[in-house]
């Protein structure tokens, strides 16, 4: 079983609307969580990083929660436009190795 | 700054034939990872290495797979005699440190096509 899992698999948004990723993670212990994002044909890209002690976290239009009590996150994209058409990718790191478990990653597509 | 560079980006190999795959880290970055991803699967941990020396292989096949990363050029990633299964993207990372909090930038990837 994957110690990340990610929902929903995929999902088709209009431009203009929000839409919020989930992520809930098995990893222990718990180092950090982070959001990649992947285009098409290219490698991740680090959207937010958060450890323990933070709960939330923006980088523009990327807002993340982490709830490491019951070991969820969230990724909320605000105001989707077209270039947010990619797969995000739930990332949890276990202990001081920078071992990473990687999900799936949510298919996200943004139709005009 | 350049980021992390991976070659070639598109790789087509027919059963048998040995496949290498280089990547040059990010400048100052002294630790390097390989992942292989799986159409509709995640990434999946390879290796890990620092200048020299394999600190983590524990996610390579323990067959036909080795990887280095010399004190001068790129890190390689070896398949020799590779098979259908080992068509995937093949995606290098590095970081600073490993710190929990170091963040692994990753490049482009390679497409390996096995025929």
């Known amino acids: 079983k994957n110690q990340v899992e990610q929902s929903p698999q995929s999902l088709i948004i209009l431009e203009g609307k929000n839409c919020t990723l989930q992520c809930n993670y098995t990893v222990s212990p718990f180092s950090n969580l982070r959001w990649y994002k992947q285009d098409t044909g290219r490698g991740p890209v680090s959207l937010t990083i958060m450890t323990f002690s933070e709960n939330t976290k923006s980088n523009g239009r990327y807002t993340a929660t982490l709830d490491a009590d019951t070991k969820q996150s969230s990724l909320h994209i605000t105001a989707s436009q077209l270039s947010d058409s990619a797969s995000y990718i739930c990332v949890v790191s276990a202990g001081g190795n920078n071992r990473l478990a990687f999900g799936k990653g949510n298919q996200v597509v943004v139709i005009p | 700054n350049a980021g992390v560079m991976q070659n070639p980006r598109h790789l087509v190999r027919r059963r048998g034939q040995e496949a290498r795959l280089r990547c040059s880290p990010m400048?100052?970055?002294?630790?390097v990872y390989w992942y292989r991803q799986l159409p509709e699967e995640g990434l999946k941990f390879m290796v890990y290495?620092?200048?020299?020396?394999?600190?983590?292989e524990s996610g390579m096949p323990k067959e036909r797979f080795s990887a280095e990363f010399p004190k001068e050029g790129p890190s390689i990633l070896r398949i020799q005699q590779v098979v259908r299964g080992d068509s995937a993207a093949y995606f290098c990372a590095s970081s600073l440190g490993i710190r929990g909090t170091d963040t692994q930038y990753f490049g482009p990837g390679t497409r390996l096509t096995v025929l």
């Open positions: 290495l620092q200048k020299e020396n394999i600190i983590d």
């Open positions: 400048k100052g970055h002294s630790h």
